[in-house]
């Protein structure tokens, strides 16, 4: 039966918004959906989605709408014609779309002066990855209207992470974890060149790598209360070890011939913690060093 608690609309239909779709349409949602490229929402029809030929007429369907497209300046493009109409009235959006803090606060300005309720969310995972269990998602913003909404929500993932009534937070915390994503990914990159010269096999290296990440992971929650606590005496790592290990990676990338640019830059930052007498407190004191250079 089709009530206004199982109406949803989907506005946007890349690899992560058809997989969205289908999910609510496999739950028994009514699912309208809008996409620029029209043919991209053929196969979800043939699953019981309705077809909108218009962003308008995507919101008029449903009380909630999830936004999911390429990028806030296509946001803005997709939504510039309501600038004058009431469709928004009362609605609510579920902003899933990639961008920054700033982008989700200004995207809220902008979405509750036409009286829209908002809330801004940030995906963790790929397309394939979602509905599990542990799949993660942030959100932000109305306490009230994210419980109302949970009922939804939670179809997508298994683990939501509410960070609180800041709008920016969810965006802001995605561009952390992006940090540490690319961060990590660049030392596998250049792991990979080691393993190359001497060598040995890149996928076994791969390997050991996803056996290794789940402690990795743990040494740095730890070092995230650390760094909250601001009690920097040693409780796990010294970092005059990570010095000379960043050191020893430098040295072994130049006797190489391999690229160094990646133990140069982690060798440098963590050399400047030393000389600015950090050496004997915990790996996280490295932090200090860059709060001066901000
Ligand atoms: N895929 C992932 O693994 C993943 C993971 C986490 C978060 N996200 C986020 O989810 C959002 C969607 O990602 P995605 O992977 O599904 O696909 P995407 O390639 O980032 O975006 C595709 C969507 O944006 C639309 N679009 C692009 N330019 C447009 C324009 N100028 N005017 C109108 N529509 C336009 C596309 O319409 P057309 O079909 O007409 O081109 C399509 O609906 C992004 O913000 C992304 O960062 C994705």
Do not use: C
């Not at 949803?8 to 809008?34: D, N, R």
């Not at 830059?265 to 004997?280: C, H």
Request: proline share 3%; no cysteine; charged share 20%.
């Amino acid at each position: 039966m089709e009530t206004s608690k199982n109406q949803i609309s989907i506005i946007g239909l890349g690899p992560m918004g058809i997989k969205i779709a289908t999910l609510y349409i496999q739950q028994g949602f009514q699912v309208t959906v809008f996409n620029r490229t029209q043919a991209k929402t053929d196969p979800l029809v043939k699953l019981g989605a309705k077809r909108a030929e218009t962003v308008r007429e995507a919101l008029a369907a449903s009380p909630v709408s999830i936004v999911i497209v390429h990028n806030y300046g296509v946001v803005n493009e997709l939504f510039s014609s309501l600038e004058n109409d009431d469709v928004l009235s009362g609605k609510t959006i579920v902003q899933l779309t990639t961008g920054t803090a700033q982008e989700a606060r200004l995207s809220e300005t902008w979405f509750r002066k036409r009286n829209a309720a908002y809330i801004d969310g940030a995906i963790q995972v790929a397309p394939e990855q979602m509905a599990q269990p542990d799949t993660t998602i942030l959100f932000a913003g109305n306490t009230d209207k994210y419980q109302e909404l949970l009922h939804r929500l939670t179809i997508l993932g298994g683990n939501l992470k509410y960070l609180g009534e800041n709008i920016g937070a969810a965006a802001a915390m995605d561009t952390a974890t992006l940090s540490y994503i690319y961060g990590a990914a660049a030392g596998f990159l250049h792991g990979a060149l080691i393993a190359e010269s001497e060598n040995f096999d890149v996928k076994e290296y791969g390997n050991i790598i996803a056996e290794i990440a789940p402690g990795m992971g743990e040494f740095l929650k730890h070092e995230g209360k650390v760094i909250a606590s601001g009690d920097f005496s040693i409780s796990q790592s010294p970092l005059s070890i990570s010095v000379e290990a960043t050191e020893r990676i430098l040295a072994t990338a130049k006797l190489s011939g391999i690229n160094t640019e990646f133990p140069e830059f982690s060798a440098n930052w963590l050399k400047r913690a030393e000389l600015a007498g950090y050496g004997q407190e915990e790996f996280a004191a490295v932090i200090k060093t860059l709060r001066q250079q901000a």
